[in-house]
């Protein structure tokens, strides 16, 4: 079963940067999709950036365009999101999705535990 961890979140005054880091275990064989999710209380769960597989541009919402950049490192299963001139609108739980192909268990998909971020205006 693949494990995801997130890793970076923090509190910051608005304007800030932070840069949260996911890390993909258990039998990793191969990574398709990676993606950010972030949750705002009393929001539903909404998709921040998001990258393919097949090494395609990133997709990301548009409200993160030209301030967040996602990056993977496929050598290492790891997912990183450097988040710049960052809001009080960005303030949420930060959420590591993948989908995964392991041995033993073949195609699964995972979520990490969350890491949360704050920007304080």
């Known amino acids: 079963q693949v494990q995801l961890v997130e890793s970076g979140g923090g509190l910051v005054q608005a304007g800030g940067s932070l840069r949260l880091s996911c890390v993909a275990s258990?039998?990793?064989?191969?990574?398709?999709?990676m993606a950010w999710f972030r949750q705002a209380p009393g929001k539903q769960r909404e998709l921040v950036a998001a990258?393919?597989?097949?090494?395609?541009?990133?997709n990301y919402a548009d409200s993160v365009k030209g301030r967040f950049t996602v990056s993977r490192d496929r050598a290492k299963n790891t997912m990183s999101l450097q988040m710049n001139s960052l809001e009080p609108e960005d303030t949420a739980g930060y959420y590591c999705?993948?989908?995964?192909?392991?041995?033993?268990?073949?195609?699964?998909?995972?979520w990490g535990q969350g890491t949360q971020v704050i920007a304080s205006s």
């Open positions: 258990g039998n990793v064989q191969r990574i398709n999709e």
């Open positions: 999705y993948a989908r995964v192909f392991a041995a033993g268990t073949g195609w699964d998909e995972g």
């Open positions: 990258t393919s597989g097949s090494g395609a541009p990133a």
